[in-house]
């Protein structure tokens, strides 16, 4: 998936449990212009659920998410 | 004085809180100052805003303002203030960041002045006026857009189920090991947290006991209660009593994490006025009825490091579950060893009330933990175990800051390693 978009910043939230990932991208998310787009790399799989309701609380655009391995990577665009 | 739009609608809400525990708050205290000491951010940093009385205060002087004779009329005499913009932004700051809401100074005030039950109203009131931490928000935002819209997540949820289903089907060595979802009828909901940590230990117990469960779609974690929020943390908890009453279970079992336990076994009967037709439990006063019927054949030789136990507040000291912990260690550890005080005396981790999850206030949680790191060290324990995420979260970080060379982990980690053990052993002498 990184192949097509433009990644402005790599989010490493590997060994993070919850709340954390998600505590993690909010703060990220706030230093970014808006069009940016993070990329999250996760292990808990708690992501897959957190992360897209995140994004419709937030109002931040989920590109994909999606597991490979042992991992959860997900792309964010700020859109606001 | 002239207020703006958010101290009129800080004071409105603090007039909406004004029950009669609120009331009795803000009306007794002796002044003794016994609460000092009681608390983990004053025995870490003794000064005088590190005093619970001393925190009440400052809204007990907001609220002598408007409802005390004297207050109204001769302000300097009882020393009653207006509500401006900078106080109340420092009541703000301190409400979320100086008070993990533990409740150690209500239990050992001669008159049991809830200050907690004060700080929560300041954090109503920030929530209210849009000036709470806005993490917390969106945290309890997300948990309530979950209820209000599975679909964003529930195919990617039931597919993860099943992928941890394969693990704990090769864990246990047991092809038919199950991680039900939504299964009807089920005696047992059981509700974790986002992430496979808080399923995969449980699942074991439970697959172990051949209990009839099934796993909520939910997680139990209630950001809502953390604001002060009751309209918030409502929605949040209703989202697991509906599954609960959808499913027909005759109870729910909630994964260790303290303040959702609060939330669901002791709040959420009062915030819904209602009888609920199944029983809410948390997970370690079940799996402490399993080992007491004999339904877990456990060796604590599984884990055979020196283990110490912190007591979560909200489960000792709110809802007096501190001997269903022990003997859980009793039947997996072999060297058990209490950190002093414990039980419902214990000190706050540091990281309660939401603080885990409010970077901002790393350095302070880490300074208020300080007399957890001191207690942990002095019982020479290599692991902590605890049964609250926020608090493995802080013992976690506490542990690196301190250099406490331990490992955490929770009560159904040690038990599910314990059945584990004895499978292999079995499987090794056959």
Same mark, same amino acid.
């Given at each position: 998936?990184?192949?097509?978009?433009?990644?402005?910043?790599?989010?490493?939230?590997?060994?993070?449990?919850?709340?954390?990932?998600?505590?993690?991208?909010?703060?990220?998310?706030?230093?970014?212009?808006?069009?940016?787009?993070?990329?999250?790399?996760?292990?808990?799989?708690?992501?897959?659920?957190?992360?897209?309701?995140?994004?419709?609380?937030?109002?931040?655009?989920?590109?994909?998410?999606?597991?490979?391995?042992?991992?959860?990577?997900?792309?964010?665009?700020?859109?606001? | 004085?002239?207020?703006?739009? &958010?101290?009129?609608?800080?004071?409105?809400?603090?007039?909406k809180q004004l029950n009669q525990p609120?009331?009795?708050?803000?009306?007794?205290?002796?002044?003794?100052?016994?609460?000092?000491?009681?608390?983990?951010?004053?025995?870490?940093?003794?000064?005088?805003?590190?005093?619970?009385?001393?925190?009440?205060?400052?809204?007990?002087?907001?609220?002598?303002?408007?409802?005390?004779?004297?207050?109204?009329?001769?302000?300097?005499?009882?020393?009653?203030?207006?509500?401006?913009?900078?106080?109340?932004?420092?009541?703000?700051?301190?409400?979320?960041?100086?008070?993990?809401?533990?409740?150690?100074?209500?239990?050992?005030?001669?008159?049991?002045?809830?200050?907690?039950?004060?700080?929560?109203?300041?954090?109503?009131?920030?929530?209210?006026?849009?000036?709470?931490?806005?993490?917390?928000?969106?945290?309890?935002?997300?948990?309530?857009?979950?209820?209000?819209?599975?679909?964003?997540?529930?195919?990617?949820?039931?597919?993860?189920?099943?992928?941890?289903?394969?693990?704990?089907?090769?864990?246990?060595?047991?092809?038919?090991?199950?991680?039900?979802?939504?299964?009807?009828?089920?005696?047992?909901?059981?509700?974790?947290?986002?992430?496979?940590?808080?399923?995969?230990?449980?699942?074991?117990?439970?697959?172990?006991?051949?209990?009839?469960?099934?796993? &909520?779609?939910?997680?139990?974690?209630?950001?809502?209660?953390?604001?002060?929020?009751?309209?918030?943390?409502?929605?949040?908890?209703?989202?697991?009593?509906?599954?609960?009453?959808?499913?027909?279970?005759?109870?729910?079992?909630?994964?260790?994490?303290?303040?959702?336990?609060?939330a669901l076994v002791w709040d959420a009967?009062?915030?819904?006025?209602?009888?609920?037709?199944?029983?809410?439990?948390?997970?370690?006063?079940?799996?402490?009825?399993?080992?007491?019927?004999?339904?877990?054949?456990?060796?604590?030789?599984?884990?055979?490091?020196?283990?110490?136990?912190?007591?979560?507040?909200?489960?000792?000291?709110?809802?007096?579950?501190?001997?269903?912990?022990?003997?859980?260690?009793?039947?997996?550890?072999?060297?058990?060893?209490?950190?002093?005080?414990?039980?419902?005396?214990?000190?706050?981790?540091?990281?309660?009330?939401?603080?885990?999850?409010?970077?901002?206030?790393?350095?302070?949680?880490?300074?208020?933990?300080?007399?957890?790191?001191?207690?942990?060290?002095?019982?020479?324990?290599?692991?902590?175990?605890?049964?609250?995420?926020?608090?493995?979260?802080?013992?976690?970080?506490?542990?690196?800051?301190?250099?406490?060379?331990?490992?955490?982990?929770?009560?159904?980690?040690?038990?599910?390693?314990?059945?584990?053990?004895?499978?292999?052993?079995?499987? &090794? &002498?056959?």
């Amino acid at each position: 998936m990184t192949e097509q978009v433009k990644v402005d910043l790599v989010l490493d939230l590997k060994g993070l449990l919850c709340p954390m990932p998600i505590v993690k991208l909010s703060q990220a998310i706030k230093d970014l212009p808006v069009g940016a787009v993070i990329e999250g790399i996760a292990t808990d799989p708690g992501v897959m659920a957190d992360v897209p309701a995140w994004a419709k609380t937030s109002g931040q655009e989920l590109i994909s998410i999606e597991q490979r391995d042992k991992e959860y990577r997900f792309l964010i665009k700020k859109v606001k | 004085m002239a207020n703006n739009g &958010s101290v009129q609608k800080a004071l409105e809400i603090l007039e909406k809180q004004l029950n009669q525990p609120l009331k009795t708050a803000l009306e007794v205290c002796a002044r003794c100052g016994i609460c000092a000491e009681a608390c983990h951010y004053y025995v870490a940093e003794p000064k005088v805003e590190h005093v619970p009385a001393y925190r009440a205060e400052q809204l007990r002087k907001i609220y002598r303002k408007k409802h005390n004779f004297f207050g109204k009329y001769v302000s300097w005499l009882v020393d009653a203030e207006e509500l401006d913009d900078e106080k109340f932004n420092k009541l703000v700051e301190m409400a979320f960041s100086e008070c993990t809401l533990c409740r150690r100074c209500t239990f050992n005030c001669p008159l049991g002045v809830d200050t907690p039950l004060v700080m929560r109203t300041i954090r109503a009131m920030a929530t209210a006026t849009g000036k709470a931490p806005e993490i917390l928000v969106m945290l309890a935002d997300s948990a309530i857009a979950k209820g209000e819209n599975p679909e964003i997540f529930k195919e990617m949820f039931l597919q993860q189920i099943s992928q941890l289903e394969k693990e704990l089907q090769e864990l246990t060595g047991n092809p038919e090991a199950k991680i039900p979802v939504e299964k009807k009828g089920a005696r047992v909901l059981y509700v974790g947290l986002a992430g496979a940590h808080t399923i995969i230990p449980p699942a074991i117990i439970f697959n172990e006991v051949g209990e009839d469960w099934t796993l &909520s779609i939910y997680e139990a974690a209630n950001y809502g209660v953390f604001l002060g929020d009751v309209e918030r943390a409502k929605k949040i908890a209703k989202r697991i009593i509906d599954e609960a009453k959808r499913l027909k279970v005759q109870e729910v079992v909630v994964a260790e994490c303290g303040h959702a336990c609060a939330a669901l076994v002791w709040d959420a009967p009062n915030w819904f006025a209602e009888k609920f037709p199944f029983r809410i439990r948390s997970v370690v006063e079940v799996v402490a009825e399993y080992i007491q019927k004999g339904k877990l054949t456990l060796d604590p030789k599984a884990n055979s490091e020196p283990v110490t136990y912190h007591d979560s507040c909200n489960l000792a000291r709110t809802g007096g579950i501190f001997r269903e912990p022990r003997i859980i260690l009793k039947a997996v550890v072999k060297d058990f060893r209490e950190m002093n005080p414990n039980g419902i005396e214990n000190y706050c981790c540091g990281g309660g009330g939401g603080l885990v999850a409010l970077p901002e206030y790393y350095e302070k949680r880490m300074r208020a933990g300080k007399p957890k790191a001191e207690q942990i060290k002095r019982t020479g324990a290599k692991i902590v175990a605890a049964a609250c995420e926020n608090c493995k979260l802080q013992l976690g970080d506490l542990n690196n800051y301190y250099n406490l060379g331990v490992e955490v982990k929770g009560l159904v980690d040690l038990v599910a390693n314990a059945i584990l053990y004895r499978k292999k052993a079995y499987a &090794s &002498s056959n």
